[in-house]
């Protein structure tokens, strides 16, 4: 059994933006497994799908971003699950629109999300994936730009990345996170 754990903010306000990445990638993992959403495991959405034989808990942290870390912590112990069965999924200012960045370890890159998780667990050593959404150019103001709706001529774009994202989240499963770094890491392997 996997945790999957896709991170951003809860309300329908956030619901299009960049930030909400991680939520639009286990939304799909979700919809292909015919999971259904339920609210009824502490301050997360949690629904589990099957994935060629292996579970998976897909969630989404009910908490703002910067608060993820509790219900990361309350979704791993509630399901007894360690570590190595984590696997969160966040967007990543750093690196160009479109691009996906697997890692079995590392900090928070600047990301709140990240930052609380790698806080309250008290480690850096879980799997995540990250989702480029840098524009090309500069980005005046960081926080406008990822809670601001994705624009319409970058939707398709958005839409390919999330699909793409839910593969390399089948593949760290099924195939481990090496391998799924070989595959999807932009530029190495």
């Known amino acids: 059994m996997k945790l999957v754990v896709g991170l951003g903010n809860p309300g329908e306000r956030y619901a299009h933006t960049p930030h909400n990445a991680g939520f639009a990638v286990v939304d799909r993992l979700a919809s292909v ?27 989404k942290p ?13 979704l791993l112990s509630g399901h007894r699950l360690s570590l190595d069965d984590l696997i969160v999924i966040c967007d990543d200012l750093a690196l160009s629109a479109g691009r996906i960045r697997i890692r079995a370890r590392g900090g928070d890159g600047g990301h709140n999300g990240l930052k609380s998780i790698i806080g309250v667990l008290g480690t850096r ?31 398709a774009a958005f839409g390919q990345m999330i699909h793409k994202g839910a593969e390399a989240v089948a593949s760290v499963c099924l195939a481990g996170v090496d391998e799924a770094m070989n595959r999807f890491n932009p530029g190495e392997g």
């Open 125 to 155: 050593e879980f799997t995540r994936v990250r989702l480029g959404i840098a524009p090309q150019g500069l980005v005046p103001d960081a926080a406008e730009f990822v809670l601001s709706p994705v624009s319409p001529d970058c939707a």
């Open 33 to 59: 497994g015919g999971g259904r959403w339920r609210s009824d495991v502490g301050p997360a959405l949690v629904t589990t799908v099957g994935l060629s034989g292996t579970s998976l808990v897909l969630a």
């Open 62 to 74: 009910q908490t703002y971003m910067n608060l993820s870390g509790g219900a990361v912590s309350l």
